[in-house]
């Protein structure tokens, strides 16, 4: 089973580089939304340093939602996803694994990018370390939730809006503790260790529970 899993990984990975990459196109996104920043607030630093983790974490949400609903639709589309029912893989651990080639090719990129566009946002070095380990520890929570509503929206024609609509909910307790806890490495009143540990404890959950929703939600079809 563990070589089956391996050559899916493999196989997402090939399909997301073929593609052009999720990770490019999530990258210029994010440079794009936290470029804009300081012309919408204005070039305060002071400002900029302090509103920082809140931009970056928001664009980075944004950011990830790019290419989820292609998750399952383009499996759908050249019947890989009958494959994977009638596998003896079990659909979750499918699930998992291309979750976990998502991550690789587009929320990874994000979290090595976040430095570089901190420092447009006047962060320190502290907060620059606080943003990326937050998003390295809550990224992962983010194409968890975002593969139910991908899996939900499947069938669903040019289905990216209605996804985004049923993730971004689900995906609120990630924002606020991934923004605290970056705001914690800033300097901020609440010890950056409690917002970390809870949004990894949010990570967790979802590591548990979101590919049996999505596997439930794509057994469905």
Do not use: Y
Not at 16 to 24: E, V
Not at 106 to 129: E, H, S
Not at 159 to 182: E, K
């Amino acid at each position: 089973m563990s070589s089956e899993l391996s050559a899916l990984f493999i196989r997402e990975l090939r399909i997301a580089r073929r593609i052009g990459g999720s990770g490019s196109m999530g990258v210029a996104f994010f440079l794009t939304l936290v470029a804009i920043t300081p012309f919408a607030v204005g070039p305060d630093p002071n400002l900029l340093a302090r509103i920082g983790p809140a931009m970056l974490w928001i664009s980075a949400l944004l950011a990830s939602l790019l290419g989820l609903d292609r998750l399952f639709q383009a499996d759908a589309e050249d019947g890989s996803l009958d494959l994977l029912h009638l596998s003896q893989v079990p659909l979750e651990l499918a699930v998992l694994v291309k979750c976990a080639a998502h991550w690789a090719t587009a929320g990874l990129p994000l979290v090595l990018a976040a430095p570089l566009l901190g420092l447009m946002l006047q962060q320190d070095g502290a907060a620059l370390l606080g943003v990326v380990a937050s998003l390295a520890v809550g990224s992962p929570a983010l194409t968890l939730i975002g593969s139910i509503g991908a899996a939900a929206t499947v069938t669903v024609r040019r289905g990216g809006l209605l996804m985004a609509l049923l993730v971004l909910p689900l995906a609120i307790p990630v924002l606020i503790f991934g923004v605290s806890a970056a705001n914690a490495a800033a300097g901020g009143t609440v010890p950056f260790l409690t917002p970390f540990a809870i949004l990894g404890a949010i990570t967790l959950v979802a590591l548990a529970l979101c590919p049996f929703a999505a596997a439930a939600a794509l057994r469905q079809l």
